[in-house]
Nanobody
Framework: QVQLVESGGGLVQAGGSLRLSCAAS????????MGWYRQAPGKQRELVAA???????NYADSVKGRFTISRDNAKNTVYLQMNSLKPEDTAVYYC????????????????WGQGTLVTVSS
């Protein structure tokens, strides 16, 4: 089992900043991709940003230039720095970790955090 502990959500005014953190622990041999998804009320969960162990990143078009994902591989922790926040960024943000449970496994781990609420007021 992989446990993900998220922190950093909250209420912020439009134009403000927040930093989310997610620390992974438990039974995982190798972490491949760490990322953030979000789900707004009445909408489907969507990718916000993801980062591979090698440093490749992928961002949703709506957050490019405003959000930055980073990782501390030694701590199995991923961060999401969110700047210039907009009311439409309001959502529950979920951490996601994909990896290998053991030697020889290939991306058989797909773990989710409990979610942290980000509310941006106008």
């Amino acid at each position: 089992q992989v446990q993900l502990v998220e922190s950093g959500g909250g209420l912020v005014q439009a134009g403000g900043s927040l930093r989310l953190s997610c620390a992974a622990s438990g039974s995982i041999f190798r972490i491949n991709t760490m990322g953030w998804y979000r789900q707004a009320p009445g909408k489907q969960r969507e990718l916000v940003a993801a980062m591979t162990t090698g440093g490749s990143t992928n961002y949703a078009d709506s957050v490019k230039g405003r959000f930055t994902i980073s990782r501390d591989n030694a701590k199995n922790t991923v961060y999401l720095q969110m700047n210039s926040l907009k009311p439409e960024d309001t959502a529950v943000y979920y951490c996601n970790v994909q990896g290998n449970s053991r030697i020889g496994a290939r991306n058989d781990v797909d773990a989710w955090g409990q979610g942290t609420l980000v509310t941006v007021s106008s």
